[in-house]
């Protein structure tokens, strides 16, 4: 999440998280409400996750994992559009990693 973090307001990973889930989705994850876990993701799988913009194809790294938000059963990309379109253009069939972050049963 480093990537983007905006200088001031995030001080913390967990603040810059808070921004991004925000402006995607309008909801504040955090420890107390979400659990974070790792999953591989298949050619589909990458295909389904919700891009805010396909424009964009030229990452500043194509390492994994990437960072997706789970919620009301749609999965989001918060960290790694860029690598997830170039990867989906280019039909690379690598399953990658992905850091899923998902609301707690509450």
């Not at 990537?3 to 420890?31: M, W, Y």
């Not at 876990?37 to 994994?64: A, C, I």
Request: glycine fraction near 4%; charged fraction near 35%.
């Amino acid at each position: 999440m480093d990537g983007h973090r905006v200088p001031p307001p995030d001080k913390t990973p967990q603040e810059t998280l808070d921004r991004v889930a925000a402006k995607c989705i309008r909801v504040s994850f955090n420890p107390k409400n979400c659990k974070v876990r790792q999953e591989t993701l298949s050619f589909e799988d990458l295909k389904g996750l919700k891009r805010y913009s396909e424009d964009d194809h030229h990452p500043s790294w194509e390492v994994d994992p990437i960072v997706v938000l789970v919620y009301q059963g749609r999965r989001f990309i918060i960290d790694g559009r860029r690598r997830v379109t170039k990867w989906v253009n280019e039909e690379n069939t690598t399953p990658r990693r992905a850091l899923i972050i998902e609301p707690r049963e509450i």
